[in-house]
């Protein structure tokens, strides 16, 4: 069955510190991959997609196939980036996403 | 487009009374999702939906929860009858696609009193 592990619940660093967030997956086809953001009492948002190989706010993801990997990474953190980040995994089949269980950034000055 | 409208935005009431949530997708996406969302469980995926048609609803808590979709531009999560450990923010979401991910709703935030 296809997870999802974001390790950490809570990622604090310095305001232009760089951040990187984990999401590891387990699936043996070919996965679709999405990071999701939710500010404070906010809905979920779609941040960036690994088939859009695009940068938003500043982060980007690259797909480690070899290390079943989709880290989101950030040079320099914002406060305004305090937010929580979900990792999702689609797997092509009936449009289901799994998320992660999500990981807190706290940006701190 | 307006995205995926939920109602209501909050919604206060008593044990034992029956709460209906409402979500609209967005026009042309084929999949619907509930969620449900807590401090202590985080993110659980209630129930889905493929062209009107529930696909897997093994998320759905009890029997107390239950999901319908007449139509492809409206959906309704009933609880009846509504406890206190049911307060919960609740996210529709909808989708063309699982390569184009999903769009959520702003969620319908309930308290059981």
């Known amino acids: 069955a296809q997870r999802v592990t974001q390790p950490e619940k809570l990622l604090s660093v310095f305001k232009g510190a760089p951040v990187e967030l984990k999401c590891n997956y387990s699936?043996?086809?070919?996965?679709?991959l999405f990071w999701y953001v939710q500010y404070s009492r906010q809905r979920l948002q779609l941040l960036l997609r690994h088939i859009s190989r695009e940068s938003i706010k500043g982060f980007t993801a690259d797909l480690n196939k070899g290390e079943t990997s989709f880290h989101l990474k950030k040079p320099f953190a914002q406060e305004e980036d305090s937010a929580m980040y979900y990792c999702a995994l689609g797997t092509g089949t009936a449009s289901k996403l799994t998320f992660g269980t999500g990981t807190r950034l706290q940006v701190t000055l | 487009d307006a995205g995926v409208i939920q109602s209501p935005r909050h919604e206060v009431t008593e044990m034992g009374q029956e709460v209906t949530l409402r979500c609209k997708p967005i026009?042309?996406?084929?999949?619907l999702f509930w969620y449900r969302q807590t401090m202590m469980r985080g993110l659980e995926l209630l129930i889905y939906?493929?062209?009107?048609?529930?696909?897997?609803d093994s998320g759905m808590p009890e029997d107390r929860f239950s999901a319908k979709m007449p139509n492809a531009s409206f959906s309704t999560l009933k609880i009846q009858p509504s406890e206190p450990r049911d307060s919960a923010v609740y996210f529709c979401?909808?989708?063309?696609?699982?390569?184009?991910?999903?769009?959520f709703g702003s969620g319908t935030r309930l308290t059981v009193v």
């Open positions: 939906f493929n062209n009107n048609v529930p696909i897997d």
């Open positions: 699936y043996s086809g070919s996965p679709e």
């Open positions: 026009s042309g996406h084929n999949s």
């Open positions: 979401a909808s989708s063309p696609g699982t390569v184009y991910g999903y769009t």
